[in-house]
């Protein structure tokens, strides 16, 4: 069975402003590693994951990712926020086995503000 | 064109009542999937589907039974409604083991 806690419900940040949102996950068996974002009202994206290799993973609009295998952890970051990052964050982790679902944080909310 | 859609977006109806809720996949994909997110926003796996076999089944009342009738599809099916059932259900869908799921809109389901 997989677990995930997300460490932070919600980060408050300013314009501008670096972010680390925490997501440590436990699992007894290998996992695929994500993190979703839910703007307001609206479905979930998929922001990046980890699959293999590199450790470092980044998304198209500046936020990376970091999978650290003896912490057990994930973290997500960006060097500068926009007021357009204001969302709920999900980590997530994943059985590599095919057919298995998504085991869900329960979110992040970061709110930027200017 | 919409990836996975639902319908309705939302829906309201009172207790006791029997609703469905849509979805379907226009990416070839294998594997469809339903999501519940709780009022604090936390979502949870309820069912999934590979070429229309019922593969997860977590536990979940014998109230909502799912159908899918081609891998394109996955229906939810809601019997006698309860308070409880009020939530965002997320609909989603993958092709392969590696996970990268592609979700739809949601369905936004008020009981009263």
């Known amino acids: 069975a997989q677990s995930v806690t997300q460490l932070d419900s919600q980060v408050p940040v300013f314009e501008e402003a670096p972010v680390e949102l925490r997501c440590n996950y436990s699992?007894?068996?290998?996992?695929?590693l994500f993190w979703y974002v839910q703007y307001p009202n609206q479905g979930l994206q998929l922001l990046l994951k980890?699959?293999?290799?590199?450790?470092l993973v980044e998304s198209i609009n500046g936020f990376e990712a970091e999978f650290n295998k003896s912490q057990t952890s994930f973290h997500l970051r960006k060097p500068s926020v926009h007021i357009s990052d204001t969302a709920e964050y999900f980590c997530a982790v994943k059985n590599r086995q095919a057919g298995t679902a998504l085991i869900f944080g329960k979110g992040t909310t970061l709110s930027v503000s200017s | 064109d919409t990836a996975v859609s639902q319908t309705p977006k939302y829906l309201v109806t009172q207790m006791g009542n029997d609703k469905s809720i849509k979805c379907e996949q226009n990416l070839g994909h294998d594997t469809m999937y339903w999501y519940k997110q709780d009022s604090k926003k936390f979502l949870k796996i309820m069912f999934s589907y590979n070429n229309k076999e019922l593969i997860i089944n977590e536990t979940v009342p014998n109230r909502f039974s799912p159908k899918s009738p081609d891998k394109a599809h996955l229906n939810l099916h809601i019997n006698s409604l309860e308070l409880g059932d009020s939530a965002v259900y997320f609909c989603a869908s993958s092709q392969d083991s590696s996970g990268k799921q592609y979700f739809g809109p949601g369905t936004r389901l008020t009981v009263l």
């Open positions: 980890y699959l293999s290799g590199s450790t």
């Open positions: 699992s007894s068996v290998s996992v695929y």
